[in-house]
């Protein structure tokens, strides 16, 4: 049933003209009409395709891994590396198992960089593997345009990136060290470039995807890049015992992207509200975050902790009825 359809049926009134009823009746009957054979089939077919590339690949490893004393290093190589030309070819040849083969090789070629590294010492950092995992893959995701190739290599991606900033990145709550300016604002810079990634593509004619924009590749982009500014904000507010400027900049920058995020998921074309919640919950954690730095400044008693939580009750209560009210408004609008 077509929830959208069935709630711009309700949205109309039944007591209204009768050309209002004629609406309602119209409505109702395309949101309960039974999908189409042949989309119903296609569906299917792709929900199948890609579950048996999941299930393939996790049973080349499993198998690799019940037999991997038995092979020899030539034999362990030869058979990732066969199994990853195996399904490049078949995604040449078989159109409609392109997405599903793309996504076995995916994974593939990581497990074969990840042999390669541990098979052959050569020093590099962590970081480089997943690098390259998503260097070499993003050819296939940019010609293949579909958001479940997107969506995976946005996650190696951020991996990549959080390992080479290191202490600047999500692990800032480790360090105690102090960074420079530059380093932070490259940091902030890094990880705006991957949030924004997939809206990029969504503006460039022959990389487009079908729907014009990945949803979940996009809100998974963003939702990181969210954590990381989050996260280094209130690192750098919380490192020492007194608000020096660099912690009150990387705060105050932090914020700045964040209200950025929440701008564009409220009146941008690409109006979102997954990333909207996902922006106001960033705010909310610096917002509270400031709230317990300022407050546990100086020797706090039970009234300061009463403050921090009715802080966090109006926050959260103030969140949720905009969220609402939102939601309400683009239903409505989209009714109208």
């Known amino acids: 049933m077509n929830t959208e359809l ?35 089939a296609r569906g299917l077919q792709r929900g199948l395709l890609i579950a048996a590339a999941l299930l393939g690949g996790s049973g080349l490893i499993f198998w690799i891994a019940a037999n991997w004393q038995e092979l020899s290093r030539v034999a362990r190589l030869a058979l990732i590396e066969g199994s990853l030309l195996v399904m490049l070819v078949a995604a040449c040849f078989l159109p409609r198992a392109r997405e599903a083969c793309l996504v076995g090789a995916f994974l593939a ?44 290599w946005v996650a190696v991606a951020a991996l990549a990136l959080s390992l080479w900033t290191g202490p600047l990145g999500l692990m800032s709550w480790f360090d105690s060290t102090e960074p420079h300016g530059l380093e932070l604002m490259v940091t902030f810079l890094a990880w705006l470039v991957l949030g924004l990634l997939p809206l990029a593509v969504a503006h460039i004619t022959w990389l487009r995807l079908p729907g014009g924009l990945g949803r979940w590749s996009h809100r998974l982009a963003l939702g990181l890049a969210l954590s990381a500014w989050a996260g280094l904000g209130l690192a750098r507010l919380f ?68 403050v921090l939580g009715l802080l966090g009750l109006v926050c959260l209560g103030l969140s949720a009825t905009w969220l609402m009210r939102q939601q309400q408004a683009w239903a409505d609008g989209a009714m109208a």
């Not at 709630?7 to 009134?13: F, G, V």
């Open 109 to 152: 070629l990581g497990g074969l960089l990840a042999f390669i590294g541990q098979t052959y010492q050569t020093g590099a950092d962590a970081w480089q593997l997943f690098a390259a995992w998503a260097a070499l893959s993003l050819p296939w995701v940019l010609g293949t345009r579909s958001d479940l190739l997107w969506t995976p």
């Open 239 to 306: 490192m020492s015992e007194s608000i020096s400027a660099s912690m009150s900049f990387a705060w105050l920058l932090a914020a700045g992207l964040v209200m950025g995020v929440m701008w564009m998921s409220l009146r941008s074309r690409w109006r979102d509200l997954p990333t909207l919640a996902l922006a106001l919950l960033a705010a909310n954690v610096l917002v509270m975050g400031l709230a317990v730095r300022l407050v546990f400044a100086n020797d706090t008693d039970i009234g300061g902790l009463l």
């Open 6 to 40: 069935y709630r711009a049926s309700e949205h109309i009134q039944s007591s209204g003209t009768a050309r209002d009823v004629d609406w309602r009746k119209l409505l109702y009957a395309s949101a309960t009409q039974p999908p189409d054979s042949a989309t119903l």
